[in-house]
């Protein structure tokens, strides 16, 4: 069965990095994209960006665009997301989700990932 | 930006039809997709090009898009659909945009 396995929580002071890990199975790794999309606590969610496995290629949206690197492990079906110089603005759990190539809805997510950013 | 604007909150008594609205500039020559998430869960996709249904998501869940506001219906509402639920488009400008959210309240 599809499964989409996310690293576990993670706790970091203002200023530092995080690296999320997002390990695919159940499916052929290279035929559907996978998004990151996050969620601060209480609010709704926001889109972080988008890698292609089989290339390689991303695309942020602007808010991402000088803090955020996506970058996928083909031998492992792993894709990583990881945000540097966060601020308690960042705490907030972080989803990876897929979409088929051709199609536009995210048909399976991961479990998602805690990120507080807390001094 | 591209925004799309969900009322926040929509309370339904059990057995009747609770729809609720998402509202953007000419979404109706968008695909718009619907989210269910249950509280600490990740989301679910529900309605998928606006009215397709997965499988598994009973047939009370449909979806229209027309105009400027694309809605998503739940018909013969349980306790179980208590959720907050998000659309979902693509801009013009190629980036993902999720609708503010709308909170079903099951009374």
């Known amino acids: 069965q599809v499964q989409l396995v996310q690293s576990g929580a993670e706790v970091k002071k203002p200023g530092a990095s995080v690296k999320v890990s997002c390990k695919a199975s159940?499916?052929?790794?290279?035929?559907?994209?996978i998004h990151w999309v996050r969620q601060a606590p209480g609010q709704g969610l926001e889109w972080m960006g988008i890698?292609?496995?089989?290339?390689?290629?991303?695309t942020y949206a602007q808010k991402f665009q000088d803090r955020g690197t996506m970058t996928r492990d083909t031998a492992t079906s792993t894709v990583y997301m990881e945000l540097r110089s966060l601020t308690s603005e960042d705490t907030a759990v972080y989803y990876c989700?897929?979409?088929?190539?051709?199609?536009?809805?995210?048909?399976?997510w991961g479990q998602g990932t805690l990120v507080t950013v807390s001094s | 930006s591209y925004v799309l604007t969900q009322p926040p909150s929509v309370p339904v008594a059990p057995g009747k039809t609770a729809r609720i609205s998402c509202g953007g500039n000419?979404?109706?020559?968008?695909?718009v997709h619907w989210y269910q998430q249950k509280p600490g869960q990740a989301p679910v996709v529900v309605i998928y090009?606006?009215?397709d249904r997965p499988s598994g998501i009973p047939e009370r869940f449909s979806g229209s898009n027309s105009g400027n506001t694309a809605t998503l219906t739940i018909s013969r509402v349980e306790a179980g659909d208590e959720a907050d639920y998000y659309c979902?488009?693509?801009?013009?400008?190629?980036?993902?945009?999720f609708g503010t959210g709308t909170k079903v309240s099951v009374l």
């Open positions: 989700a897929r979409t088929k190539t051709g199609t536009t809805e995210f048909d399976f």
């Open positions: 159940g499916y052929t790794f290279t035929t559907f994209y």
């Open positions: 890698i292609n496995p089989s290339g390689g290629r991303t």
């Open positions: 000419n979404i109706g020559s968008k695909s």
């Open positions: 090009y606006d009215s």
């Open positions: 979902q488009v693509w801009d013009s400008s190629g980036d993902c945009v």
